[in-house]
C-alpha cells in the first residue's frame, strides 16, 4: 500500500506513444491507483475494469494516467476525450492537461482516419486566393496528400505525383495537395518547379499547428491518403509504386505484356 503523503511516481514517455513523466501525489486514491497498476499488469486486456475505475476516479490526473493504458482505437477513444474534457474543466492551465491535450487531438486525427472511415472535410485557400474545398471533388478517386516545398523527401516524390495524376486522371483520379509552407512565394514556386498541374492545392501558412494536420494525424511529411469516390479512405501510405498499383486495381486496370498483343 502507498501511505497518505507519500508519492507515486508514473513514468509514461511521450516518444513511445505514451504520455510525459509526471507525478500524482499520495493519498487515498493513491491506494486505489496501486491497486489499478497491480491488477492491469496482470491482466493488461481487462479494459473494461479500467474504464470502470476511470468512470469512478475524482482525480482527473489519475484518470489520466489509467486511461491511456486503452486501446488508441474508435472503440476506446471516446474515453480519452472524456478524460481529456475533465482536465481542461478542472485544471485548465496545467502543463500535463495541455500535454494530454496535444496527445489526445493527434490520435483524435489517426482514430478519425482509419481505413474504411469517411475522410474529415478539407476546406482552403488556392494560390490565387480562392476557396476550394475536398467535397467538390466527390465522384472521384483522391489522393490528400500532404507536403512542402522544404521538404526534400515530398520534392523528390512529386515528379512520381506528376506522372501518376496524368496517367489516371482521365479514369476519375484527381490529387488534394495540402501544404505546410510558409509563405505563399516558396510554396507557389515549389509548384511551379515541379509542375503540379491539379487544382486541388491548399495550404493555411500555420505548418505543424495548422487544424488539418490535427485532423488528420500527420506527423511527418510526405503523408496521404486515399479516399474513394464517397469519400471514404481506403488506402494510406501510398509512396513509390505503391500508389500505382493501388490505381490499378481500383481503376482495374490489367498490364498487357508485350507477347500478349
Known amino acids: 500500500m502507498i ?3 507519500s508519492h507515486l511516481k508514473v513514468r509514461l514517455d511521450q516518444h513511445h ?3 510525459p513523466c509526471y507525478e500524482v501525489e499520495g493519498d487515498a486514491q493513491n491506494v486505489q491507483l496501486k491497486e489499478w497498476l497491480d491488477y492491469q499488469m496482470q491482466h493488461p486486456s481487462d479494459y473494461q475494469y479500467t474504464i470502470n475505475y476511470v468512470d469512478t476516479v475524482s482525480n482527473p490526473f489519475i484518470g489520466m494516467v489509467a486511461v491511456s493504458s486503452l486501446p488508441k482505437n474508435s472503440k476506446y477513444f471516446d474515453h ?3 478524460q481529456n474534457e475533465r482536465l481542461n474543466q478542472q485544471h485548465p492551465h496545467n502543463a500535463s492537461t495541455k500535454e494530454f491535450n ?5 490520435h483524435k486525427g489517426l482514430v478519425n482516419t482509419q481505413i474504411g472511415k469517411i475522410a474529415p472535410s478539407i476546406k482552403g485557400a488556392t494560390p490565387q486566393g ?5 467535397d467538390s471533388f466527390k465522384g472521384k478517386y483522391v489522393l490528400i496528400n500532404f507536403w512542402a516545398s522544404w521538404c526534400r523527401p515530398c520534392r523528390r516524390e512529386n515528379p ?3 506522372k501518376t495524376y496524368h496517367a489516371y486522371k482521365d479514369h476519375g483520379f484527381e490529387i488534394f495537395s495540402v501544404s505546410l509552407d510558409r509563405n505563399l512565394e516558396k510554396w507557389t514556386g515549389g509548384i511551379e518547379a515541379d509542375s503540379l498541374a491539379w487544382k486541388g492545392q491548399i495550404c493555411d501558412f500555420e505548418r505543424w499547428q495548422s487544424p488539418v494536420l490535427q485532423e488528420y ?6 503523408y496521404n491518403v486515399l479516399i474513394d469516390p464517397n469519400g471514404k479512405i481506403i488506402a494510406k501510405h501510398l509512396r513509390g509504386i505503391k500508389l500505382d498499383n493501388k490505381l490499378k486495381e ?4 490489367i498490364e498487357t505484356s508485350p507477347s500478349q498483343h
Open 80 to 82: 480519452y476525450i472524456q
Open 3 to 5: 501511505d497518505k503523503g
Open 17 to 19: 506513444d505514451e504520455l
Open 160 to 162: 512520381l505525383l506528376v
Open 102 to 106: 496535444q496527445f489526445v487531438q493527434m
Open 250 to 253: 481500383v481503376f482495374d486496370i
Open 217 to 222: 494525424g500527420v506527423k511527418s511529411i510526405p
Open 130 to 134: 480562392d476557396t476550394i474545398s475536398l
